[in-house]
């Protein structure tokens, strides 16, 4: 086992040039991440630089066997915190032969929508919070339940030190230093409320971010949280409420704001911003997240997925001014209802596109 570690470690900067490069992309169900790796004769910063690459369309979803072929496009660059040196993780998002892309490419209109004019102007900054839970590999229950039992009530866990209340604390303080490694702007995680979800036990937020790349470093940040459980032996999900009962679910609260938001007189474009998220409830809610219906319930911090809210301070509304936007005049909002399983490029680029384009 020793040699396998070292095998594993070794520093390929010692003996070549030659560098390892890993192309990650969306499968078919538009949560499933794939990836397969190549060798490149250099290191590599530009993602212009990097050759296209394809795969078998017909094995994820996306392609019919008799014309398969899906052609990969590198979009972003991060470093690889598993193999290190220059070896770097690359974010693609999928094109037919013919340069069109795929319909589970939610990348390419949202980087249509984060390159018009109004919007680049606008400096639209996101801060997403990821939730998550852990499961027991075999069972498919919560890390820290007992087996086919429950936990007890809600209250310790938030935040909580212990062996009692605390679980998978080392896979997310691994996740936590491989995301920094990898230059993803993860800005902290926090204990939350129910025990076994790393969104409950423990979330992570990345931000601030501006544009496509906040969507580009969820994607990231998920595929490194991926590939650490599977070494811990450990299943993750994003399900919005995988275990029915009296708790939490899991989310992605979106953190946003624009320039004239962040300027003096901003708390008024914040509430015409959210005027118009209102306007399009119905829109946003159903392009948040699978079964999101199971956790926007009106209870547990959240609002009634059928109605639309916003308050100061109220995380029981489907939008949240903070205590110092109110007293600032100034700053950002988040939005509570889009579900753990959501696609930050959708989430993000609807957010811009409805407060910064659209017309009532």
Known sequence: ???????????LSDTTEKIIAEYIWIGGSGMDLRSKARTLPGPVTDPSKLPKWNYDGSSTNQAPGDDSEVILYPQAIFKDPFR???????????YTPAGEPIPTNKRFNAAKIFSHPDVVAE?????IEQEYTLLQKDTKWPLGWPVGGFPG????????????????????????????????NISGINGEVMPGQVRYNW???????????????IWIARYILERITEIAGVVLSFDPKPIPGDW????????????????????DVIKKAIEKLGLRHK?????????????????????????????????????????????????YFEDRRPASNMDPYVVTSMIAETTILWKP
């Open 84 to 94: 290190k040196g220059n070896n770097i993780l690359v974010m693609c998002d999928a």
């Open 248 to 267: 939490n679910g899991a989310g992605a609260h979106t953190n946003y704001s624009t320039k004239s938001m962040r300027n003096d007189g901003g708390i």
């Open 203 to 217: 979330e992570f937020q990345v931000g601030p971010s501006v544009g496509i790349s906040a969507g580009d470093q």
């Open 123 to 127: 400096e639209p900054w996101y801060g």
């Open 283 to 331: 829109e946003h809610i159903a392009a948040y997240g699978e079964g999101n219906e199971r956790r926007l319930t009106g209870r547990h911090e959240t609002a009634d997925i059928n109605s639309f809210s916003w308050g100061v301070a109220n995380r029981g509304a489907s939008i949240r001014v903070g205590r110092d936007t109110e007293k600032d005049g100034k700053g």
């Open 153 to 184: 009530p809600q209250g310790p866990y938030y935040c909580g030190v212990g062996a009692d209340k605390s679980f998978g604390r080392d896979i997310v303080d691994s996740h936590y230093k491989a995301c920094l490694y990898a230059g993803v």
């Open 1 to 11: 086992m020793s040699l396998l570690n070292d095998l594993i470690n070794l520093n």
